[in-house]
């Protein structure tokens, strides 16, 4: 079933909504193991477009069948995509819920770094950094990486900027991920810091080919992306680069139909016709 996967996913990065839905059909019909990454499939696609209470309900259907089949691997990456679907929606409880059942469920880097950072932005840092002393005590290269990643962002929403840079500096020499060079970016960009941000964004989009599968674990993953073209936009425009108006009109392309409404796509309509600073 794995066959169907990149094909879908190569579709989706293209903007053929409709042919990667018709592929993750065909996904669906090799039997229970296909049904199961299908079903994630199309939540992912939802969450890539925004519309993460559309994507809630294929993930809440999802995880019941897979709870009921004993299918631990996709029930743990059902509850992670759940959790961030959930914290996108506002309700901040069946996140934290919905993340600390993922973090139960496997050890995997897939899963934990996004439920540390789903916990992160639901005030839950303590239990975030548990899961990076996981990752450390792996002893393992990428995941003592992710747990900079992890640390790094429980350091920016402290405040703690300059321990934020120097974590995720860390991890990129441990191993340079997508998910490194996109938070340094956004954090360069919160912090008025265009010119590096813009350096480490630009590079994440030339990169973008990973965030189908940003784990290497044949799991969809491309709802990652967008809120890339957001802070690369931003970049762009506070430092004059003509460029600014694609890279939001990218980003408002996959985001104007959010459900529920994206805050970052209300910002950039209001930001699309300012001149820079």
């Known amino acids: 079933e794995l066959a169907f996967l990149p ?15 018709e592929t993750y059909g065909q996904l ?8 199961a990454l299908a079903r994630f499939g199309r939540a992912d696609l939802e969450m890539y ?26 029930l743990a990456q059902d509850h992670v995509a759940a959790a961030e679907a ?14 600390r059942k993922a973090a139960a469920l496997s050890s995997h880097e897939s899963v934990l770094l996004p439920a540390a950072l789903v916990l992160i932005q639901a005030g839950q840092d303590a239990e975030a950094e548990k899961i990076a002393l996981a990752l450390d005590n792996m002893l393992q290269s990428h995941t003592t990486a992710y747990a900079r990643l992890i640390r790094a962002e429980i ?7 300059g321990e ?26 919160e912090t008025d810091h265009f010119a590096e941000a813009m350096a480490e964004l630009d590079l994440g989009l030339k990169r973008r080919g990973e965030t189908t599968d940003v784990f290497f674990y044949d799991t969809p993953s491309l709802r990652y992306l967008p809120p890339a073209y957001y802070w690369l936009a931003r970049a762009q425009q506070e430092t004059g680069v003509a460029d600014a108006a694609k890279s939001y009109g990218q980003f408002l ?22 001149p820079a600073r």
């Open 7 to 21: 094909i879908a996913l190569s579709k989706l990065a293209k903007g053929d909504f409709e042919g990667a839905l």
């Open 155 to 161: 350091a920016a929403v402290k405040g703690r900027y």
């Open 49 to 74: 477009r925004g519309r993460y209470r559309d994507a809630l309900k294929i993930l809440e259907e999802a995880i019941l069948l897979d709870q009921k089949a004993g299918n631990t691997g996709m």
């Open 164 to 189: 934020a840079i120097e974590l995720l500096r860390d991890s990129i020499k441990r191993r340079d991920t997508w998910f490194a060079r996109f938070l340094l970016g956004k954090l360069y960009a």
């Open 28 to 35: 669906e019909q090799t039997g229970p193991s296909g049904a």
């Open 86 to 99: 959930y914290l996108a929606v506002g309700d901040k409880k069946r996140a934290v819920a919905a993340a």
């Open 253 to 274: 392309a996959l985001r104007e139909t959010a459900d529920p409404p994206d805050p970052l796509a209300k910002d950039a309509r209001r930001r699309v016709s300012a």
